[in-house]
């Protein structure tokens, strides 16, 4: 069974720091794109970063100088390491994975648990 466990989430104040990690587990043959989401209470949910194969990342506009997206290929871990962190990050934090578990087939697309982060002002 192919899945993400995430960890790191918790209570930081405004301009405090958060690092979020999402490791693959189970029969994986690759892992192509990474992405984090998150979901604020009665919101939908919204992309906030990704991570290619090829290690090319994007941002969401509300996030981008304050974290960081990084992938460790040889853990099958994806990272998002947060800064300057603000009330309105508090949500839900989600990973999301396109797998590869049989060669030459289509991926399979994983979501972990999900991690609350709550930034407190």
């Known amino acids: 069974q192919v899945e993400l466990v995430e960890s790191g989430g918790g209570l930081v104040q405004a301009g405090g720091s958060l690092r979020l990690s999402c490791a693959a587990s189970g029969s994986i043959f690759s892992i192509n794109a990474l992405e984090w989401y998150r979901q604020a209470p009665g919101k939908q949910r919204d992309l906030v970063a990704f991570v290619t194969s090829d290690g090319s990342t994007n941002y969401a506009d509300s996030v981008k100088g304050r974290f960081t997206i990084s992938r460790d290929n040889a853990k099958n871990t994806v990272y998002l390491q947060m800064n300057n962190l603000k009330p309105e990050d508090t949500a839900v934090y989600y990973c999301?994975?396109?797998?590869?578990?049989?060669?030459?087939?289509?991926?399979?697309?994983?979501w972990g648990q999900g991690t609350l982060v709550t930034v407190s002002s």
């Open positions: 999301n994975a396109l797998v590869e578990v049989v060669p030459g087939t289509e991926d399979l697309e994983l």
